[in-house]
């Protein structure tokens, strides 16, 4: 066991801390869920990584990447979120689909695919849910009926998260009418501009749109645009939620920030608060190192050939409560003026926390809900019998 | 000694139930939304034929002569239906206030109060804004050593959006030589004291109301959803995590009645028996609403699903009247300083130590 | 609604505390788990109360009781544990067992056990558990087997309270061979010295051996022995659950002393623990209270003719648990001295603290899992279907 | 920057852990508990033989001069099995200070205890009383400024009984004239603080591997007992409490092995780390331990069920070598300070902020 970074390692972090330094904008964007402006704003900024070379570091060089290891992605990471740089549009692309593609896709698809989503070129939304399939994701209905060299989309689905804005989707389609569950699927890319595709935006909590409705009624896609072969989309779909739940959805970064704001807004309110938080400010920061040992500890494995397992499931479940807890400390410490919209003119230094709290509430739902996660803890980490 | 309701008591609150269960279905809650507007009339218009401006002012006063104890089932039925008018906060804590100060500059706004043509928004120190202060006719605003009553049109309103689409909370501004100085006189701290505990009580019922509904809107959905071939409330860890916050809404029920039997005692112990059931309620609905939410699934993230009007509600009374650090405290005054153990239950002085 | 007492509760508030002011010995007596001794010094106390008619109040006249209702029960009771009065080693017997017969018992039985009961002379143990009924009561194999006016009994039961040292003891038996599960069980009581009864003592975590396993072979007992009909012994053993989960298993009393004690021990070393550590204090007594005033809202309402429903089961949890964060509350307090024995030179005022501790360990687990409780409030409270 | 054991690393906690697996379990603990005896003399003569007592000695004072980080797996041993010699105690913390200190005074000593023929039991200020001392041959006690190094024959040792049988806890007094003071000179704070935070770390390795077995010995149970026809560990709801349990120990587990890789560090930043290793390794124990009991339902209140030995030994472990309250002190000390942020998860230094 090694804790020290590599003088290499050393000299990648400055380099990446002074790209961001001259690069990341001065304002925050706007959000990208709320309005196109907001999202190409930041599909800009996704050129402006990849014209660095910074769109996803772990590529091939030959896709946009600089062919790095997993402790360099995390070292970016890092960079990246102490930056305060916006948050990756594409995330649906580079970090789930993406590395399924570059492991089940064909030299010709990786090649059509990649090097777009790395350059911001082409945003991606994900289609996993349809209303009947959530949590049984094995439920879906949606299908691809084979004509020729094409696919003809039918369908369903919601919970499609970018799906307002972006440029394609990924889902789940049922490819053999006569399967049933897992049997008969296939992972299908489509374009959210196609003839036939309606996207309708779900209105969210927080008052924005970050996810949608898709109808999808007689949508035709080249069967190229089919990843894996045909009726292996179950098998797929399971290693792209391994790595969504595992590793990359959640980088630790992103948890020590918010952690070390929290910190601060304890700091800044210390003489108002009850002594009790002091002790949840303590376990926030302390669960977000936790998380982010325990990734380091995970890429280490996987670097030296390992495979994920079900910690991905322990990952999901340990990083969505811990995200709620923060921000719950956080609302707690603003007290009455938890309830504001950014907006009032009394909000002062309320931040995004309330923002954050509700989509924190929506982590133990998405990427499989945690109930789900502990099925599989307790079977295949922990060897109970199935129900 | 009988923990039980009256059949008055529970009338009075059946007909507010009955009301809202008619006029304030969540389907109502986004048609007033869409609106803008800040009332929904026909059901305020409802509202008032009932009467109730009067319930807690004393007989003598003109009203009802009613108790905190005969209103606090109203409060939990205002709450569970999340009502945007302020039947609670103008009926339950401004008008009663006002009333008892008994001051003769003020009986005529009491009685266009009590006859429901003048509307009162109440300010406390305790809670940074004023709510709904717009649209009331008048503004009671207590401050050290007395109470001011403005006319809304005197005063500089500045609207401070809440994430509760119907909270409407309001900084509120205005020349003291322009307001009517009606609590100079010595005792106007107890009724504005008194005043507090009921906006802290009838905050805990509402918040009580608002934690059961969360339960109910959860049930509800668990038995129609469907998942892996089977309603997912036949899963066993959903319904623990359902019957996990039924528990804490059954053992904060019995709390939020005696607090409200308790509050015109007015001292150590009522108060801490009113902090007490609003710790208790937050809980509750805290718990039920984060519950709610991941019952419904990616549903409940969503503007579709109604637990998010409740979620949202429960944010802001928790800190409202009073968070829960402050009222924390008043609970220790009451443990470190006075009587413990069973026999004190139900006591009435500190005297009884 | 009315929270005053009545001035005859009030008096008869000071007459029960007046009389256990002069009767209440002076030192605590020895375990009635651990030896003979300390077992028969507590049948003595029994008997003390009995004489004072104090024995069980709300019992007829006739049965040594005082004929009155459960609000002026709680108030013995609350007078009860204010004076330290020795725990009640026939509790099996008053609390649970007797209720029951007095609604399902024959006047000849009522007459001939309940007096024996009240006064001392007679102490029960329960015996429901067997090894492989546990939760799953109803997989009761013990068999009882008709020989004319007798029941022969045969079976191995455990988890039995009392039985290292009780007089009698009172469990399910199977009286109809071929049945199954709820079926064809009856409840049937038993002398712990008749001939074919084995005894042995479970030693507990604690070092005391509170409960026993049963072996019986062969023992005969008249048909008289019978709660209820032949058959009906999972109804009435039902009825009695619901008595002691619901109120007088754990009176609200005993949670309000501890509550005080724990009070008074966070005083005592309030400079020398985590700020936090007072609103876990706090907690606890609000709990207590809370547990108070819901026993009382319910004793009003079985006053004016209700019933007890899924409440039973809700208490359950909520004194079990509260129970246990008590007792973690104040090891947290005591520090490194936790761990100690009482006999240690160094204990100071450690107290029963982690006796406590180990005891409300299996608060979750007896009268009914805290697991199947939630299964009862989610199907019969909130209506959600069964699996 | 690799967060893997190295083949050695592993190699050693292997032995010991087949070591224990082979002499102690559950029934040898109770074999010994009911012959009174503080030691199974078998084992810890096996245990004696590996060679460990040198393994945290510097290889100039004639150790293996190994680091906390090769011990720390060893220690998750002995915690798994419940170990009741002071393998983790004498060698990992008692033997490696007095050896460090380079005392002339104590240099027949350390040769004694590094070839096994002296046992040493160490006293350290934030233990109220010393472990073992009866049985050692000498007792190492940190004072304020120094340590001393008193044979037990010279001391008085007063039994304090605790509820885990195989502590055997002492409060010492001794005369200080028949003390060796051995570590007067300036200096001593550090090699002490460095023992203490050995103290915490091991302590927080053997509560991760009391915590593993809790899960295990109830996860054996689940499966086996059968309660309305189906093995209790098919249910949802124990699944889901084992689950969150193992979810526990799983982020406990890489921060106590951080902990042992910085504890040399020997700065703010590397005792925050212990303590945090410390804080999370308790609550899985903790939370493992009660969990374990539940599952086993009554049987697990009995003595017949192994789940109580770890119970025990968590209750003890979770206040010795600092309580929650001391390390969560450290650690808001090292965030109140120091640097934050995810580019500082293993800084070295506070100057790097």
Known sequence: MDLNYTPEQQTFRQEIRAWLKAHVPSQPLESFDATRAGFEAHRAWERTLAEGRWGMVTWPESYGGRGLDLIQWLIFEEEYYRSGAPLRVNQNGIFLLGPTLMEYGTPEQKARFLSAMASGDEIWAQAWSEPQAGSDLAAVRATATRDGDNYVLKGHKIWSSRAAFADWAFGLFRTDPASERHKGLSLIFFRLDAPGVKVQPIPQIDGETGFAELFLDGVTVPVFNRLGGEGEGWKICMATAGFERGLMLRSPARFQVTARKLVELYKAHEDEVEPSVRNAVLQCWMDAEAYALSIYSTASRLIAGGHIGAEASTNKIFWSEMDIAMHKTALSILGARAELLRSAPEAGDIGRWLDGYFFSLAGPIYAGTNEIQRNIIAERMLGLPRA | ?353
């Open chain 2, 1 to 353: 000694m009988d923990f039980r309701f009256t059949d008055e008591q529970t009338m009075t609150a059946d007909v507010v139930r009955d009301l809202v269960a008619d006029l304030c279905q969540p389907a109502d809650l986004r048609r007033l939304m869409a609106s803008g507007e800040p009332f929904d009339q026909n059901r305020w218009a409802k509202i008032q034929e009932l009467g109730l401006q009067s319930a807690l002012v004393a007989e003598e006063k003109g009203g009802l002569g009613l108790q905190p104890v005969d209103f606090v089932q109203v409060a939990e039925a205002c709450g569970y239906a999340c009502l945007p008018e302020p039947l609670v906060e103008a009926y339950g804590v401004a008008i009663p206030l006002l009333a008892e100060t008994g001051s003769d500059a003020a009986a005529k706004v009491v009685e266009a109060a009590l006859e429901g043509s003048a509307l009162i928004a109440f300010g406390h120190p305790a809670n940074p804004f004023v709510e709904r202060a717009d649209t009331a006719d008048w503004l009671l605003i207590a401050k050290s050593g007395g109470l001011d009553l403005v006319k809304t049109s005197d005063a500089m309103c500045t609207l401070q959006p809440s994430i509760d689409p119907f909270r409407r909370l309001f900084s509120v501004q205005y020349d003291e030589a322009a307001a009517l100085r009606i609590g100079a006189q010595s005792g106007i701290e107890g009724p504005i004291a008194s005043a507090f505990d009921r906006g802290a009580l009838f905050a805990a019922a509402q918040m009580l109301g608002i934690a059961q509904r969360c339960v109910d809107l959860a049930v509800d959905y668990a038995k129609e959803r469907q998942q892996f071939g089977k309603p997912i409330g036949s899963y066993q860890a959903l319904k623990h995590q359902l019957a996990t916050v039924q528990v804490k809404i059954e053992f904060a029920r019995p709390v939020l009645h005696a607090a409200a039997a308790m509050l015109p005692q007015a001292n150590a112990l009522s108060r801490a028996r009113v902090s007490h059931a609003k710790l208790a309620a937050c809980e509750a609905a805290d718990l039920a609403a984060r519950n709610a939410i991941q019952v419904h699934g990616a549903m409940g993230y969503s503007w579709e699903v109604d637990v998010h009007f409740f979620l949202k509600r429960a944010i802001a009374l928790s800190e409202w009247w009073g968070g829960p650090a402050f009222h924390r405290r008043r609970v220790a005054e009451r443990i470190f300083n006075g009587p413990l153990g069973p026999e004190h239950t139900f006591a009435k002085e500190l005297e009884h130590a």
